[in-house]
Structures are given as structure tokens and as C-alpha cells.
């Protein structure tokens, strides 16, 4: 699905230098321009284009962030000691509010950074940009304005060295070894032809980004063990590393299986050609976000997925209730006869819409073009 932490993430968060120059160069740019939004035919391009520019002739040396090895190794260490508490310390309320956490951490990435800010599947009242806020920042991610723009950068270049965690390097590295070392070039050369000024436009997005550090020091780390010291008189060591670090490493690898498993582990019914598959063990883990196949191919359903089937894709049951609130609203979904133009007759998803097939008109090759894009077109705060 796309970003955690980015070795800049980490960034933000612990010391290692932020990627700012981007963000006040977007502001800046949106400033001067006055307009809603600024794409380019570039921008607009499908996920999957191919360009001889996106290749380097010559890889350079990997630079491992030693910094951000150690700090992976102790948090990981510190989930181990916490997930051993779950079974000798923990209360059971302690339990079920790290499971809480959990979901609406989740929640945060998966309905909020993802579908909301990044691809633009549907849109919010602010109450609901707000609580996605939130629990996106609970989620520590890197905020929405960077998570959104390395997830456009990975659609737009997947599987290519510009994508962030290109899964052609290997399971390792698309799970968390792109963490772990600096950037390739291309992912930041290339990632600057991709817009994100849209993003801008949300007070949320720049308000969560000002005070990043501060609301993630309270909302992922202090108020997730406080709140169990304090209501129901657990240890805050048990606390703290069950609700806090535990809770908080488990989202993260749960994330990274988006990048690493489900870019190679799956069938390919939409396209064959691309590495992203279905995969149900990571549908199921994610609350949807392991059809990635179908999410690949179309980026900007609201469902990342065909069926609405909310046993495998809880994110698309809370953004249906959220829109039956009034809080959410137009939900974007790919149409059948869309769909079924990528499934060849055999399943393996190898023809899509053709002008020599007389059952799809030009406005069906069109509208088929236009899901293939990383946001629609007349995205808007």
C-alpha cells in the first residue's frame, strides 16, 4: 500500500534530517500559482508507464542509515518484551485497547493517508479529515502530506528504482530494508514530477504536518500507555510497551507486508504484467489493502478492491458508514463492464479495453484510461 517510515521518517520523528525543502517549495509554488490544483499530462500519466529515463544506467553504492538500523533493531527488541508481557503482565482491558488502537490506528493509513489524501477516492467533512488525522498520526507513518506523496511516487514508478520500496530488490527490501539506506537518486529526481500541491489545500494535512513531532510523541507513544495507568491501574511499563511499542511495531510490519508480500505473493487477474497480486492474508491483516492487484490497476476505488466483501476489507464497511453519517461523500468505484474489460476470457487480465473489441466504445476506453490514473481528475479538498 505504500509508505511508513521513510529513512527521512524517521526523520522527522527521531532526529534524522526531514525532507522540508519539497514541502515549502509545494506551498510556495501553490502560492504564487493561486489554482486548485496543478497536474500535468506527466502527472496524469498510468501507474505503470515506462520511460527510459526512470532507469540509471549505473546503480549507486547502497548508504546504509546506520541510525535508523539501531533505532529498528531496539523498537523491535522492545515489541518482542511487549508482546512476552501480553501473556504474563497485560489486563485484558489492556489488551483490548491496544486491539483498538490497532484498528483505528489503521484506520488512519488505510482510509485516511490512502484513500483519502493520496488517491482522492472519495472526500470528508472536516470532523471525519480530523479523526482520520488523528489516527493516522497514532499509526506514526510519517505524516499525510509525505505518506501521500511517496505513495503517488510508488504508483506512478512502481517496480522501477524510483519507486521508494521497489519489491523487484526483494522481499527485504520492500518490507523494511528501504528504511534502512539512504534513497535511490531516482526516487527523489523522479518523485518531483509527481503533484501533491493538491494536499496543501487541507488545513488537516498542513496543521498535522507543523506539529508532527509533538502530536506523535502524545498520540502514539504517551496517551496509548496513560490511559491504562491511569483508568484501570495498569503497570506503566506493561502499558507503555504493549499499548505504545508493541501495538505500534505490529502496524508497521502489517503495513510493510503491502509493500513486500503483496507485490509478490498472489494471482494477477487484472494484469499480469505487473507485480503488485490479490493476496488474502494480507487483505485480512490490512482491513483491505491487500487486493493490490485490482488497487494497481485501479487506484482510485474507494474499495482498493472489486467486492465489498467487509469480512476481508473493513476500510471500505467504516468509509460506507461514514458516508451513511453524512461524514463522507463521493465514493468512487470502478464500473462492472470497466472491470470486466481487464479480465481476459482465460482470467489472466491480458486485454483490456480495445477498439477492435465492438462491445466497448471509445467513452469505455476513456473511462477505463481514467481509473488507470494515481487520482481522479477532479480531485478537491
Same mark, same amino acid.
Given at each position: 500500500?505504500?509508505?511508513?517510515?521513510?529513512?527521512?521518517?524517521?526523520?522527522?520523528?527521531?532526529?534524522?534530517?526531514?525532507?522540508?525543502?519539497?514541502?515549502?517549495?509545494?506551498?510556495?509554488?501553490?502560492?504564487?500559482?493561486?489554482?486548485?490544483?496543478?497536474?500535468?499530462?506527466?502527472?496524469?500519466?498510468?501507474?505503470?508507464?515506462?520511460?527510459?529515463?526512470?532507469?540509471?544506467?549505473?546503480?549507486?553504492?547502497?548508504?546504509?542509515?546506520?541510525?535508523?538500523?539501531?533505532?529498528?533493531?531496539?523498537?523491535?527488541?522492545?515489541?518482542?518484551?511487549?508482546?512476552?508481557?501480553?501473556?504474563?503482565?497485560?489486563?485484558?482491558?489492556?489488551?483490548?485497547?491496544?486491539?483498538?488502537?490497532?484498528?483505528?490506528?489503521?484506520?488512519?493509513?488505510?482510509?485516511?493517508?490512502?484513500?483519502?489524501?493520496?488517491?482522492?477516492?472519495?472526500?470528508?467533512?472536516?470532523?471525519?479529515?480530523?479523526?482520520?488525522?488523528?489516527?493516522?498520526?497514532?499509526?506514526?507513518?510519517?505524516?499525510?502530506?509525505?505518506?501521500?506523496?511517496?505513495?503517488?511516487?510508488?504508483?506512478?514508478?512502481?517496480? +522501477?528504482?524510483?519507486?521508494?520500496?521497489?519489491?523487484? /530488490?526483494?522481499? =527485504?527490501?520492500?518490507? &523494511?530494508? #528501504? $528504511?534502512?539506506?539512504?534513497?535511490?537518486?531516482?526516487?527523489?529526481?523522479?518523485?518531483?514530477?509527481?503533484?501533491?500541491?493538491?494536499?496543501?489545500?487541507?488545513?488537516?494535512?498542513?496543521?498535522?504536518?507543523?506539529?508532527?513531532?509533538?502530536?506523535?510523541?502524545?498520540?502514539?507513544?504517551?496517551?496509548?500507555?496513560?490511559?491504562?495507568?491511569?483508568?484501570?491501574?495498569?503497570?506503566?511499563? +506493561?502499558?507503555?510497551?504493549?499499548?505504545?511499542?508493541? /501495538?505500534?511495531? =505490529?502496524?508497521?510490519? &502489517?503495513? #510493510? $507486508?503491502?509493500?513486500?508480500?503483496?507485490?509478490?505473493?498472489?494471482?494477477?487477474?487484472?494484469?499480469?504484467?505487473?507485480?503488485?497480486?490479490?493476496?488474502?492474508?494480507?487483505?485480512?491483516?490490512?482491513?483491505?489493502?491487500?487486493?493490490?492487484?485490482?488497487?494497481?490497476?485501479?487506484?482510485?476505488?474507494?474499495?482498493?478492491?472489486?467486492?465489498?466483501?467487509?469480512?476481508?476489507?473493513?476500510? +471500505?464497511?467504516?468509509?460506507?458508514?461514514?458516508?451513511?453519517?453524512?461524514?463522507?461523500?463521493?465514493?468512487?468505484?470502478?464500473?462492472?463492464?470497466?472491470?470486466?474489460?481487464?479480465?481476459?476470457?482465460?482470467?489472466?487480465?491480458?486485454?483490456?479495453?480495445?477498439?477492435?473489441?465492438?462491445?466497448?466504445?471509445?467513452?469505455?476506453?476513456?473511462?477505463?484510461?481514467?481509473?488507470?490514473?494515481?487520482?481522479?481528475?477532479?480531485?478537491?479538498?
Amino acid at each position: 500500500m505504500g509508505p511508513s517510515p521513510s529513512a527521512d521518517l524517521v526523520g522527522s520523528i527521531l532526529g534524522v534530517e526531514a525532507e522540508d525543502n519539497d514541502f515549502k517549495q509545494q506551498r510556495s509554488t501553490l502560492r504564487k500559482t493561486n489554482s486548485s490544483r496543478m497536474v500535468t499530462p506527466e502527472t496524469r500519466n498510468g501507474s505503470h508507464s515506462k520511460n527510459q529515463e526512470d532507469t540509471v544506467a549505473k546503480d549507486p553504492p547502497m548508504q546504509i542509515v546506520w541510525r535508523n538500523v539501531l533505532i529498528f533493531i531496539y523498537l523491535h527488541a522492545a515489541a518482542l518484551y511487549g508482546f512476552y508481557l501480553c501473556f504474563t503482565a497485560a489486563k485484558p482491558s489492556t489488551l483490548a485497547w491496544s486491539f483498538f488502537l490497532f484498528l483505528f490506528g489503521g484506520f488512519g493509513i488505510t482510509g485516511g493517508a490512502h484513500r483519502l489524501w493520496a488517491h482522492r477516492c472519495y472526500k470528508a467533512k472536516l470532523p471525519l479529515r480530523i479523526f482520520a488525522a488523528i489516527a493516522q498520526t497514532i499509526a506514526v507513518q510519517n505524516d499525510i502530506y509525505e505518506w501521500s506523496r511517496d505513495h503517488r511516487v510508488h504508483h506512478k514508478f512502481s517496480e +522501477t528504482d524510483a519507486d521508494p520500496h521497489n519489491a523487484r /530488490r526483494g522481499f =527485504f527490501f520492500a518490507h &523494511v530494508g #528501504w $528504511l534502512l539506506c539512504k534513497k535511490h537518486p531516482e526516487v527523489i529526481r523522479r518523485g518531483k514530477t509527481v503533484d501533491v500541491s493538491d494536499l496543501l489545500q487541507d488545513p488537516v494535512v498542513v496543521f498535522q504536518r507543523k506539529y508532527y513531532i509533538p502530536l506523535v510523541l502524545t498520540l502514539c507513544f504517551t496517551m496509548p500507555a496513560f490511559v491504562p495507568w491511569y483508568f484501570w491501574g495498569e503497570s506503566f511499563k +506493561t502499558a507503555f510497551f504493549v499499548a505504545s511499542i508493541f /501495538r505500534y511495531v =505490529f502496524t508497521l510490519n &502489517v503495513t #510493510w $507486508l503491502v509493500n513486500s508480500a503483496a507485490h509478490i505473493w498472489g494471482n494477477h487477474p487484472y494484469d499480469k504484467d505487473i507485480n503488485p497480486a490479490e493476496n488474502r492474508a494480507v487483505a485480512f491483516l490490512t482491513s483491505g489493502e491487500g487486493w493490490h492487484n485490482y488497487h494497481h490497476v485501479f487506484p482510485w476505488d474507494y474499495k482498493a478492491a472489486e467486492l465489498g466483501n467487509y469480512s476481508m476489507n473493513m476500510t +471500505t464497511a467504516a468509509i460506507d458508514f461514514f458516508e451513511w453519517l453524512g461524514l463522507a461523500y463521493d465514493l468512487k468505484s470502478v464500473p462492472e463492464r470497466i472491470i470486466r474489460s481487464r479480465v481476459n476470457r482465460t482470467g489472466d487480465g491480458s486485454h483490456p479495453f480495445s477498439l477492435e473489441d465492438s462491445q466497448f466504445t471509445e467513452e469505455d476506453i476513456k473511462q477505463e484510461k481514467a481509473f488507470c490514473e494515481i487520482i481522479p481528475q477532479d480531485a478537491k479538498n
